[in-house]
C-alpha cells in the first residue's frame, strides 16, 4: 500500500505533527493528520506493526478532532475520525458483528476526566450518574456470541464492523464456556465482548522457553495473544495458554414470551451475573463511584499498583453503569459517548540505537547489548537494553544508527520490539558480531545447537570474577558482605584470583583498605569461615556448573558421599538421577573431568571447605515421601514453597525442576499454568491440591 519513501515521509510527518514543527494552513494540517493516521491505522490492524506509541497515535487523533469540530468543513468521509479502525487480514472468514465494536475516548489526566463528566451530566440531564471502573485488559479484543446456551462464533474485532472468525481458536481458550445457563433466564441469543489475554507468569515462562531455545522472545502479551488468535493451527493455541476476560454484553434477544432479566438493567450488575454464571468476567475487579472526583482518586490509586494484577492493563475504563443513561447518551460514530478510558503513562517509545557493547557472563556466553538514546518509558529511563544473541540482531535486522521501538512491559527489562525500516536513510551500519572474547582475545565459539557464542577459556577475567560472585551469592556460599563491588575490587588488587583463593585472602592487605575496618574484616572472615560448612548441595551449585540449578544441585548432592566421586560418574550414570536429562549429565560430566575444575576442588577441601554428603542431610529412606518427586506451581496459599519443598525432602522425597515422565506428583496453586497442562497431557502424574499434599506429607 505504501512504498518505503511514503512510510519514512508520514512517519516524519507524523514525529513533526507531535513536536508542533509542521507548518501548514488549517486545511494541509488536516490532511497531513489524516495521512499521518491512516498510515498508522494501516500498520497496526493490517501489518500488525505499530510504528507508533499509542499516546502518540492518541495525541494525533485529538489534534484531527479539534480541528474538524472547529471547522466541520474540513471533516471528509474517509476521516479517521468518522470510523473505527482499518483492515482485515484475509486468513480467516469475516463476519459482522450484531453491533459495530467502537473505539473508546481516550483521556490522560484528571481535566480531561472532568471534561468528560461534564459532558455526561449535560446529556443525562436530572438524572443521576453512577459509574463503573474497571481495568483496560491488554490483550486483543474479541467478541462471543452464544445462541441457545451454545457458543457459536468467536470473532476478532477487525474493523469494527467486520471481524474475524475464529471460532475455533477459541474455542481452545478454557476461560471461555462452551455453553451457558442463559435460556432459563429468557435469553435466547447473546453477544459478549472481551479481550483475549496472557497471563504474565505464563508469558514470561514462554519467553524464558523461547530464550533457553535461542529464540527470539515474543514481544509483549498483547502481540502475543492477537498473533496466537490468527494461528491456523488450534493445537498451537491451545499451547499458548490464552485468557479471557468478557468485559461487556453488546446485544442480546429474548426468547419468545420472556421478560428481561433484571441483571441486565446496569452494567455492573450484568457483569456480576455473567460472573456468577461462569464467565470470565472482572467482576472482582470492578468497582462504582457516585463522582468523577472519587473515579479520578481511584485511577490515581490503581495506577499505583497495576502491576499487581496477573495480566497486563494500559488503562482503567470507566462506564456510565445505568443501561437506560446509556442509550440516553448514545455514540458517535467513533466511540459511546457514556465511556471512556483513562490511560496509563507509556511504556513504548522510540530511541536510536547508537552502539552494541557484548557482555561476558559467567559460563563464557557472549551477550550483546543495545545502548541507546535516553528514553522515558514507564517512568524509567532507559539506555540499555539486552539483545540476547547473534541470532535475535539477524532476524530482527537491526544496524546501528536505526530508530528501534523499544518497549517495557511491567517490571519486566526492556527490549527491542524491531527497527523501523522505512526511516532508514543509508546511514546504519549492520552490526558486526565479535569473533573474540571482549575481556580477554580467546576465539570465541558456538556449539551447533545453541544460540550464544562462548569464550570457553577458564581463567577469563571477567568470568573468574563472575564465577566468584555467583560462588559467595546467597543461594550458594551464602558469605555475607562478599557482594560483587568487593569480589571485583578484591580481584583488582590481586588479592582474589579465582574461587578457592576466598579461604587465602591476605587480610593484613585487606586492612589497610579504605572502608574496611577492624569489624568489617571481622565480619567478613567470620562469614568466610562459616560457609566452609554449607552442606554439598550448596557448594555445588556454588561452583557454577553450567544447567545446574539449586533443585539438579540438591539431587546430585543426594547421589554421592563426597563430590570426587562423581570423578567416575559417565553420561549414563547422571541420566539415571531423577530430573537429569542428556544435555544436563554432559555438562557435569565435562565438568568434573576437567583437570583444573579438579584442582580447585582439591584446593576447596584443603582449606577445609565441607565436600561431603553429610548423613544428617540425606533423604530418610523411611519418610513419608520417600522415593516420590515433587514440583510446585502456581500460587500456593497455605503454605510457602520453599517451605514446602523443604517438607519434601525432609520426609525423603525429591524436589524436579520441570514435568518430566520422572515426576510423580504435581501440586497445584491458584492460576497453574502450563505445567498443569503439560501434567495432564503425560497421564502419569498425580495431580495433587495443597490440601491433599498435606495429608499425603502426613501434615494436617
Known sequence: MYTPAEEKRLFELSKQLLAGDATASITEKALMLREALNYADWKYYVQSEPVLADVEYDQLFKMLKKLEEEHPALQTADSPTQRVAKGLSERFPAVPHLVPMLSLDNTYNAEDLLDWDRRCKELAGDEKITYCIEPKYDGASVSVIYDDDLLVRGATRGDGVM?????????????????????????????????????????????????????????????????????????????????????????????????????????????????????????????????????????????????????????????????????????????????????????????????????????????????????????????????????????KDLRIGDTVLVERAGDVIPYIVKPLTELRDGTEEPIVYPTQCPACGSLLERQPEEAAWRCINAGCPVQVVERIIHFASKDAMDIRSLGAANVQKFHDLNLLPDIPGIYTINWDSVKTMEGFGEKSVTNLRQAIENSKSQPLHRVIFGLGIRYVGETTAKTLASAVAHITDFYDWDTEKLTSLPDVGPKVATSVADFFAREENRKMISRLEDAGVNLVNDHRNLKPADGALAGKTFLFTGSLSQFKRSDAEAMVEAKGGSILSGVSSKLNYLVVGEDAGSKLEKAKKLGTVIILTEQQFLELAGNN
Open 163 to 395: 471481524g474475524e472468525d475464529v471460532t475455533i481458536n477459541v474455542k481452545q481458550i478454557k476461560a471461555i464456556p462452551l455453553s451457558a445457563k442463559l435460556l432459563k433466564y429468557g435469553i435466547k441469543q447473546i453477544e459478549i465482548r472481551g479481550e483475549i489475554v496472557i497471563h504474565k507468569s505464563v508469558f514470561e515462562a514462554y519467553n524464558k522457553g523461547r530464550i533457553a531455545e535461542g529464540l527470539a522472545p515474543l514481544a509483549n502479551p498483547r502481540n502475543a495473544a492477537s498473533g496466537t488468535l490468527r494461528i491456523l493451527d488450534p493445537t498451537e493455541v491451545r499451547k499458548r495458554g490464552l485468557n479471557a476476560v468478557l468485559y461487556s454484553i453488546s446485544d442480546y434477544t429474548l426468547a419468545d414470551n420472556a421478560t428481561q432479566p433484571k441483571e441486565l438493567l446496569t452494567h455492573f450488575d450484568s457483569l456480576t451475573w455473567l460472573y456468577s454464571l461462569g464467565f470470565p468476567a472482572p467482576a472482582k475487579e470492578m468497582v462504582l463511584r457516585n463522582s468523577i472526583e472519587e473515579v479520578i482518586q481511584y485511577c490515581i490509586d490503581f495506577e499505583a499498583r497495576r502491576d499487581d494484577l496477573p495480566f497486563e492493563v494500559d488503562g482503567l475504563v470507566i462506564k456510565v453503569n445505568s443501561f437506560a443513561l446509556q442509550d440516553k447518551m448514545g455514540m458517535t460514530s467513533h466511540h459511546p459517548r457514556w465511556a471512556v478510558a483513562y490511560k496509563f503513562k507509556a511504556r513504548q517509545a522510540t530511541s536510536k540505537l547508537r552502539r552494541v557493547e557484548y557482555q561476558v557472563g559467567r559460563v563464557g556466553s557472549i551477550t550483546p547489548v543495545a545502548k541507546i538514546d535516553p528514553v522515558p518509558i514507564g517512568g524509567v529511563t532507559v539506555t540499555s537494553v539486552s539483545l540476547f544473541n547473534e541470532d535475535v540482531i539477524k532476524e
